[in-house]
């Protein structure tokens, strides 16, 4: 003997939600089980953002402390004069490019811009090379002509040593 059960639309939409209701429950349990050992990806991100954001301040600070040693190593740097050589400007010189070289060497900032430093004090220390080179290059000039002008002082005394010895002979030979 069997028995049919006919449920009315009313029972049929409440016997529905009940079941939607029970398997939302179900996933929910089981998602919290799963899930709860899992750190959660967005707090971190969070984190990290104010962790990065800390830094390009950091960066920010020591960019403007080690500005006003680029200016004024760039400006004594343009002002060298090939043609005098001095000794303590060439020392200011080289300790301005060597704090640029290591502005952040000793730091733990590891924002990107930093290796832009390097390069400048690279660039400096050519520009300074190429100051020296000039001044090298002038002090040869000035010792070159000495060099030739008393070539050409020796080579007129020979001429002229040459000359006397030719007439001595030649008035020698002609008695």
């Known amino acids: 003997m069997q028995v049919?059960?006919?449920?009315?639309?009313?029972?049929?939409?409440?016997?529905?939600?009940?079941l939607l209701g029970m398997m939302l429950i179900t996933i929910?349990?089981?998602?919290?089980?799963?899930?709860?050992?899992?750190?959660s990806p967005f707090s971190?991100?969070?984190?990290?953002?104010?962790?990065?954001?800390?830094?390009?301040?950091?960066?920010?600070e020591a960019q403007k402390s080690m500005q006003k040693t680029i200016d004024s190593t760039f400006v004594k740097l343009d002002k060298l004069d090939p043609e005098k050589y001095d000794p303590i400007k060439e020392n200011d010189i080289d300790i301005g490019?060597?704090?640029?070289?290591n502005a952040f060497k000793i730091t733990s900032v590891t924002d990107p811009r930093q290796k832009g430093y390097a390069k400048i004090a690279n660039f400096y220390k050519m520009y300074q090379l190429d100051k020296?080179?000039?001044h090298n290059t002038a002090?040869?000039?000035?010792?070159?002509?000495?060099?030739?002008?008393?070539?050409?002082?020796?080579?007129?005394e020979k001429s002229q040593q040459m000359y006397q010895r030719e007439n001595a002979m030649i008035m020698h030979n002609g008695r």
Not at 46 to 57: A, I, R
Not at 97 to 101: A, K, R, T
Request: proline share 0%; hydrophobic share 40%.
């Open 4 to 18: 049919n059960i006919t449920l009315s639309n009313k029972e049929k939409r409440h016997y529905f939600l009940y």
């Open 28 to 39: 929910l349990i089981l998602s919290v089980i799963t899930l709860r050992k899992f750190s």
């Open 44 to 60: 971190d991100a969070d984190l990290h953002s104010v962790l990065v954001l800390q830094e390009k301040s950091k960066f920010d």
């Open 97 to 101: 490019i060597s704090d640029i070289g």
């Open 132 to 134: 020296q080179d000039m």
């Open 139 to 156: 002090e040869n000039v000035v010792l070159f002509k000495q060099q030739y002008d008393n070539c050409l002082i020796n080579v007129k």
